[in-house]
């Protein structure tokens, strides 16, 4: 059984979210609390598997409370947002700031056509993410300024003509993108595109979330568009996001790859058959193997290839695969990989 604390100011809510999660018969809610101090003293004393934690809260706030028990009693936690709307779902990502895992909206009423689809996504998460084994963080880990490395190890730039950045990420991800595209200069002179696996219809607040930090132009993808120097791309929810001589961007409502959609290894096989070695692929954190095999494909073509290391990892398992099956040039924390783009985009216009 996962045991699971409800973190919620309504009432209304809290009974609503324990009728959905005691529906499985592998999810046991042993707890409620109304404000992020009751939180904090219910983790201490009983020690769930996984806390739903909602945001806005008398007192002290969601975002305090994952920050303080990730330091001192480490429990996965999933944020339950009840509002799509994109400031909203950029105030949620603060809490991936603070520890958090994941975010996914709270399912609508019973009487709503998409009521059963989005208690199966609820369900789904809980169960995933409860058996991720977080360890305990410290408040310097929030600061995102990280100093770049100054030179490229060994990654071999010679003779390459760097046109593009494609990174894929999964669990774990957008804090670690955060991280890196605030490392990166504004005048960076290639486009990147990024597929994060995330729960759909929280995009355009993940956009808004990272451009607060970034230099960069932060995009959601669109059929056809010229892609340019010092933008950023996200991946759109449910479709397939590649390139195409140009270079532009295509999407298409094709099968989910790794059962995903949009999948990693669809971008980076369309990376590697359009840029070959003119192109640096990034695997980071998350669960699974999507990614992997692309990678490998994209390194084969003479393309530099660098994946998350495991010790900053919140999951290693795509970024593992890929270091399982030779698809990585370097294996690095992601202070590092940002050093190591920012130091190879100077090289670039040198």
């Given at each position: 059984m996962i045991k699971v604390l409800i973190v919620d100011d309504s009432r209304v809510v809290q009974e609503f979210m324990t009728h959905l999660l005691s529906s499985d018969p592998d999810i046991q809610v042993i707890g409620i609390a109304g404000t992020g101090a009751e939180a904090i003293e219910f983790v201490k004393e009983k020690r769930p598997d996984l806390i739903t934690m909602d945001i806005h809260m008398p007192g002290m706030d969601g975002y305090e409370a994952t920050r303080i028990i990730m330091e001192t009693i480490p429990t996965p936690v999933i944020i339950v947002s009840g509002s799509l709307e994109a400031h909203e779902v950029a105030n949620s990502f603060k809490l991936?700031?603070?520890?958090?895992?994941?975010?996914?909206?709270?399912?609508?009423?019973?009487?709503?056509?998409?009521?059963?689809?989005?208690?199966?996504?609820?369900?789904?998460?809980?169960?995933?993410?409860?058996?991720?084994?977080?360890?305990?963080?410290?408040?310097?880990?929030?600061?995102?300024?990280?100093?770049?490395i100054q030179k490229l190890q060994s990654v071999n730039t010679e003779n390459k003509d760097i046109q593009l950045i494609a990174i894929g990420a999964s669990t774990g991800g957008p804090v670690v993108l955060l991280t890196i595209l605030s490392n990166l200069p504004k005048d960076l002179p290639v486009p990147v595109l990024i597929v994060q696996h995330i729960a759909r219809g929280f995009l355009n607040g993940f956009r808004d979330w990272l451009a607060g930090s970034s230099k960069l132009l932060v995009n959601i993808g669109k059929d056809g568009d010229l892609i340019e120097p010092g933008n950023v791309y996200l991946a759109p929810d449910d479709l397939q996001m590649g390139i195409k001589p140009g270079p532009r961007i295509t999407l298409g409502k094709l099968p989910p790859e790794n059962n995903l959609c949009p999948s990693v290894d669809f971008l980076f096989r369309s990376v590697a058959e359009v840029m070959g070695p003119?192109?640096?692929?990034?695997?980071?954190?998350?669960?699974?193997?999507?990614?992997?095999?692309?990678?490998?494909?994209?390194?084969?073509?003479?393309?530099?290839?660098?994946?998350?290391?495991?010790?900053?990892?919140?999951?290693?398992?795509?970024?593992?695969?890929?270091?399982?099956?030779?698809?990585?040039?370097?294996?690095?924390?992601?202070?590092?990989?940002?050093?190591?783009?920012?130091?190879?985009?100077?090289?670039?216009?040198?």
């Open positions: 991936l700031e603070a520890g958090a895992l994941a975010i996914v909206l709270r399912p609508p009423g019973m009487a709503d056509p998409g009521f059963a689809a989005a208690r199966n996504v609820l369900i789904q998460y809980v169960k995933l993410m409860s058996e991720i084994k977080v360890v305990r963080r410290f408040p310097k880990q929030m600061n995102h300024k990280i100093r770049p003119n192109a640096i692929g990034v695997l980071l954190t998350g669960m699974g193997k999507d990614g992997a095999r692309e990678l490998k494909n994209m390194k084969d073509r003479g393309a530099i290839t660098i994946v998350q290391d495991e010790a900053s990892c919140v999951v290693f398992g795509m970024p593992g695969e890929a270091v399982r099956i030779g698809a990585a040039d370097q294996v690095l924390a992601p202070d590092k990989i940002a050093g190591v783009l920012s130091v190879l985009c100077q090289n670039i216009k040198d």
